[in-house]
């Protein structure tokens, strides 16, 4: 082997291992994304070292003997008894492993996989692999050893100067009507107010479990108070800044809600999170209603936003029309598949 493995753990790491690092994953960004500004390093570091309750991470990494270079990652990460939806998706590990292009024919990818079912075999609760990504050699790769496609989707982009601001208008405008006439209010926070962090969670959990999946065997684990106020905290740290919209009913009932993240440190991109309602609350132009109020929002506060990125399930419908109407764009595919860990033992024999 040309190359050795090691683990890569961003606060132990030393500056030139670090650039090392940046070098590789900024040469995977531009292939993924041409066009776009590379995210600033410091950043990038931030977003290395923030860690979340109940999860267990691992990152292992594969360089030249030769040069030092950095040609390929391992990203693994495993759910720990802490965390909230420990129970339903503790047979899931998420194994993310990439390679530089002109080293696809060094069997990096076949090297880290197979340190990926080391560690995965030390968890006795573990049997199934799933993974995501935009690379379409990485998804030759997963299908060669038999994974399923469980779920395909993209990642769309709305260009702030394509905003019909005359439709927006109007569906706020229908918004502001459905207000009137059924007493349905609008409320807007960063960090969620003490006084609806339980309802809030809940309602946020019910909400991502009505996202479509595909085939994948997973349930979003439960938002707690706890989970949310560490979720902000974290996004304090790398200097995100998080945006909720979300509707009350007449009875004082949260039915739905749409979010976004910005950071300074990459004002050209506003990126699109959750935005959902609950299923009773449906049809009556909430769904639209929240993603006109948010675009208007963001179009006014961040000037130098160029646009809107979100990611969605090509089979989510409801969603996709909305978007689509809204004059959001497919800008790159990404594929989703899963695989069970004997079979892929068995591919690695
Ligand atoms: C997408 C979602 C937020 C829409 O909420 P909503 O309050 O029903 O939305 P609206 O009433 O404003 O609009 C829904 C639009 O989708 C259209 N629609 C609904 N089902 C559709 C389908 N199967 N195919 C095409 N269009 C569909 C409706 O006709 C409606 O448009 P119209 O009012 O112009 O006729 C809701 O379906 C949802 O919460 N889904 C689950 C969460 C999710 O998957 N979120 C996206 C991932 S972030």
């Given at each position: 082997m040309s190359f050795e493995l090691f683990d890569f753990i961003p606060k132990e790491a030393?500056?030139?291992?670090?650039?090392?690092?940046?070098?590789?994953?900024?040469?995977l960004f531009k292939e993924t994304f041409p066009t776009d500004p590379l995210v600033p390093r410091d950043l990038h570091l931030k977003l290395l070292t923030v860690s979340k309750t109940g999860e267990t991470v691992i990152r292992r990494l594969a360089q030249t003997r030769s040069s030092g270079e950095i040609i390929g990652r391992l990203y693994l990460k495993i759910f720990t008894e802490e965390n909230t939806g420990f129970k339903?998706?503790?047979?899931?590990?998420?194994?993310?492993?990439?390679?530089?292009?002109?080293?696809?024919?060094?069997?990096?990818?076949?090297?880290?996989?197979?340190e990926a079912v080391e560690e995965i075999q030390k968890y006795d609760y573990i049997t199934t692999a799933d993974t995501c990504g935009y690379l379409e050699r990485e998804w030759k790769f997963w299908e060669g050893l038999g994974a399923k496609l469980a779920l395909e989707g993209a990642q769309n982009r709305l260009f702030i100067k394509d905003i019909d601001c005359n439709m927006l208008e109007e569906w706020r405008h229908q918004g502001h009507k459905l207000a009137e006439e059924e007493n349905v209010d609008l409320c807007s926070f960063e960090d969620c107010p003490e006084e609806i962090?339980?309802?809030?969670?809940?309602?946020y959990t019910e909400i991502m479990r009505l996202v479509p999946f595909g085939e994948f065997d997973y349930i979003p684990e439960p938002t707690t108070p706890f989970t949310r106020r560490?979720?902000?905290?974290?996004?304090?740290?790398?200097?995100y800044e998080w945006f909720t919209l979300a509707t009350r009913e007449k009875n004082g009932e949260i039915s739905g809600l749409?979010?976004?993240?910005?950071?300074?440190?990459r004002p050209h991109r506003v990126d699109q999170e959750l935005t959902g309602v609950k299923d009773k609350y449906r049809g009556r132009g909430l769904?639209?209603?929240?993603?006109?109020?948010?675009?208007?929002?963001?179009?006014?506060?961040?000037?130098?936003?160029?646009f809107i990125a979100t990611g969605n399930a090509d089979m989510?419908?409801?969603?996709?029309?909305?978007?689509?109407?809204?004059?959001?764009?497919?800008?790159?595919?990404?594929?989703?598949?899963?695989?069970?860990?004997d079979k892929l033992e068995h591919e690695l024999l």
């Open positions: 030393d500056e030139k291992l670090l650039d090392a690092y940046f070098d590789f994953a900024e040469t339903e998706n503790k047979h899931i590990a998420e194994v993310y492993i990439s390679s530089l292009k002109e080293y696809s024919d060094e069997d990096v990818l076949l090297h880290l996989l197979k962090i339980q309802e809030y969670s809940t309602t560490e979720s902000e905290d974290n996004f304090r740290k790398t200097g749409t979010e976004i993240l910005y950071s300074k440190s769904g639209k209603w929240l993603k006109a109020e948010m675009t208007m929002f963001i179009k006014n506060k961040f000037p130098e936003a160029e989510n419908a409801p969603m996709i029309s909305i978007n689509e109407r809204m004059g959001f764009k497919r800008v790159l595919t990404e594929k989703c598949y899963t695989i069970k860990l």
